[in-house]
Structure formats: structure tokens, C-alpha cells
């Protein structure tokens, strides 16, 4: 089963057209939600760890926040240099020697 | 921040032959290293986990004798696949944990694997 699913697939944004990304997961006792950037044919570029419900973390244009259930990544006014797949992950307690499980990602696009 | 490295970042090799890639950490030392693939389009999958000094612990459906890994120093992990296949094509990344922070992993920039 889907433990960790993000929505949209893909998404176009114009530039200076703020939208948010999501990130939804089933999986309890959550050590830690990750996010990340990957540009295409390099790794995931490390930007966000949330803990615990209720925080929040920012990044230049970037915010994501957290909740029982999911998270979001928050784009503000975005920039054609923010094209990239947005891909978010999980730590949970349990997890074999703390192997994240990743969602399938959400490609951002924007256009000037 | 931490430095995750690969080599080669891209291999091209026939059928049958065996190929190596190299995940080093370059500014600390990685307890624990993970081997992930990725298709096209596809989320990064857990292979294995290494820890230096230790036989690697490989995910379900992983062939251990296709795919060795080998943590022989606290910065340096490999991953050989051997009698590589067409099937086998895909982007191998790795990452590396460090001993201060057990949550956080610090991914390399992934090496691309075509077995023709």
C-alpha cells in the first residue's frame, strides 16, 4: 500500500503564481517528513525536515508546514528556477534502520 | 553542509559485464550508507543498507549476489552490479548518514546505469 502519496503529479504554475504542493502519508509514529528537490538526472537536493504537527519551516520562496496527516510545500511567487520535482519523504519509527519511504514526487513547472 | 559524492555519474556497458559505482562522503563520516534506484518518473526505492565494517541489509526482491555492496571505510561505499542485464538500467543513487544526526541523509548526484 501507498504510505507516502503526493498530489498533483504535475503541476504549471506562471511565474509569480504562488500554489501549494501536498504530501499525505499513512504511516504512524512519524520520526520525521522530509522534502526535497530534484533536478532532472541528479539526486535529491535536501531541503526541509519537519518533526511535529503544528511546525513550520522556511526557505526563500519555500514554506512547508505540517500536520498529523500531511504536508505542504508552499511556493511563493515562484521563479522559472523553482522548476523541479518536489519530492517528500517519511522516517517512521519502526522502518527497518530508518530508511526513508518517498512519494513519487510532484513535477513543478513554471513558465516566465 | 555535507558532501555526498558519486563515481561514475554515467556508465554505459554491455550485457554480462560487471559494473562498480562509488559513493563517498567527503566532509564527514557515514555510519550508515543507502544504495536507492529510480525509473523514469518513479520514486527512489530502497535497495540496501550498509553499515561500515557490516554486510549490507537488502530490501525484498533485491538480489544480493546481482548487487554487492561493500562499506569498507567510514567514506566510502560501493555498489557493484554484476553480470549486468538491460533491466538493470536505471539511476542508482546513493546517500549517507551521519553519526550526529541518525534522521537527516545526505544524497550523492546519482549515477546512470545503460547496459546494452
Known amino acids: 500500500e501507498d504510505q507516502v502519496t503526493q498530489s498533483p503529479e504535475a503541476l504549471r504554475l506562471q511565474e509569480g503564481e504562488s500554489s501549494s504542493l501536498n504530501c499525505s502519508y499513512t504511516v504512524s509514529g512519524l520520526r520525521g517528513l522530509f522534502w526535497y528537490r530534484q533536478d532532472p538526472g541528479k539526486g535529491p537536493e535536501f531541503l526541509f525536515t519537519?518533526?511535529?504537527a503544528g511546525e513550520e519551516k522556511e526557505k526563500e520562496r519555500l514554506k512547508a508546514t505540517l500536520t498529523k496527516k500531511e504536508s505542504f510545500l508552499h511556493i511563493t511567487a515562484p521563479k522559472p528556477e523553482d522548476s523541479a520535482t518536489y519530492l517528500c519523504a517519511v522516517l517512521f519509527y519502526g522502518g527497518s534502520q530508518g530508511n526513508l519511504i518517498f512519494g513519487k514526487g510532484t513535477k513543478l513547472s513554471v513558465k516566465p | 553542509g555535507a558532501v555526498v559524492s558519486q563515481h561514475p555519474s554515467r556508465v554505459i556497458c554491455k550485457s554480462g559485464t560487471s559494473v562498480k559505482i562509488e559513493c563517498r562522503s567527503l566532509d564527514f563520516q557515514a555510519t550508515t550508507m543507502f544504495w536507492y534506484r529510480q525509473f523514469p518518473k518513479q520514486s527512489l526505492m530502497l535497495m540496501a543498507t550498509?553499515?561500515?565494517?557490516?554486510?549490507?541489509?537488502?530490501e525484498q526482491g533485491v538480489e544480493k549476489d546481482k548487487f554487492l555492496i561493500n562499506h569498507a571505510s567510514l567514506t566510502l561505499s560501493t555498489l557493484t552490479v554484476t553480470s549486468a542485464h538491460p533491466e538493470d538500467s536505471s539511476f542508482y543513487i546513493c546517500s549517507a548518514r551521519e553519526m550526529r544526526d541518525l534522521n537527516e541523509q545526505f544524497f550523492g548526484p546519482g549515477t546512470r546505469l545503460t547496459v546494452l
Open positions: 550498509s553499515n561500515e565494517g557490516s554486510k549490507a541489509t537488502y
Open positions: 519537519l518533526y511535529s
